[in-house]
């Protein structure tokens, strides 16, 4: 049986949130967080939170928060390295924390294609773009990402680019993302 892990991607900066902590801003009364763990949690064997401030409150729902192990927040590949190296899983499942509307199925999809394509990386896409933010990938990978970021590199869609993978399409309402204050009202 394949073992999956998935991390929640929570450990920005917030900037275009005027620097709050965006997986904890409210979306419809809840937290973002709480919508994205409660759409990936069923679909894995394991969640963990990527978070670099908050860490008590991220703790709270019960799973593991892994800061960065990179200093100077170097972005969301730092919280994807810190959980390649944290789980013993297979398969990583990456979202980030401000897509509320993640579909059921997103692990399940994702990790066949890649299966069925005997590629390390699946990403998720819609009709219009690529999701570069939401994919599975092969935990083998870790040392392939370190080097990357060793170079200073940042760009996931870069870093992605050097593996061999494979797209899925999905709806485009499953990655709406809540980038700025007035994305949380209904």
């Not at 394991?46 to 978070?51: G, H, K, Q, R």
């Not at 703790?59 to 390295?81: N, Q, S, W």
């Not at 394509?117 to 009709?127: C, G, K, T």
Request: hydrophobic share 45%; proline share 6%.
């Amino acid at each position: 049986m394949i073992s999956l892990a998935a991390v929640i991607l929570a450990g920005g900066a917030g900037t275009r949130m005027g620097g709050a902590d965006k997986g904890l801003m409210a979306y419809q009364g809840r937290p973002l967080v709480e919508w994205v763990l409660d759409a990936v949690a069923p679909q894995v064997d394991e969640v963990l939170i990527s978070a670099n401030r908050n860490l008590e409150r991220y703790a709270r729902y019960g799973h593991r928060v892994l800061p960065d192990t990179l200093p100077d927040l170097p972005g969301p590949l730092a919280g994807v390295l810190a959980a390649l190296e944290a789980v013993d899983a297979e398969w990583l499942l990456v979202t980030p924390c401000d897509t509320p509307h993640l579909p059921r199925d997103l692990a399940l999809r994702l990790l066949g294609a890649a299966q069925l394509e005997s590629v390390p990386l699946a990403v998720a896409e819609d009709a219009s773009r690529v999701h570069y933010g939401c994919f599975v990938v092969r935990t083998d990978q870790r040392e392939h990402l370190a080097a990357f970021l060793a170079r200073g590199e940042r760009a996931v869609r870069h870093w992605q680019a050097g593996l061999a993978s494979t797209r899925v399409r999905f709806d485009a309402a499953a990655f709406a993302n809540l980038n700025e204050p007035g994305d949380l009202s209904p």
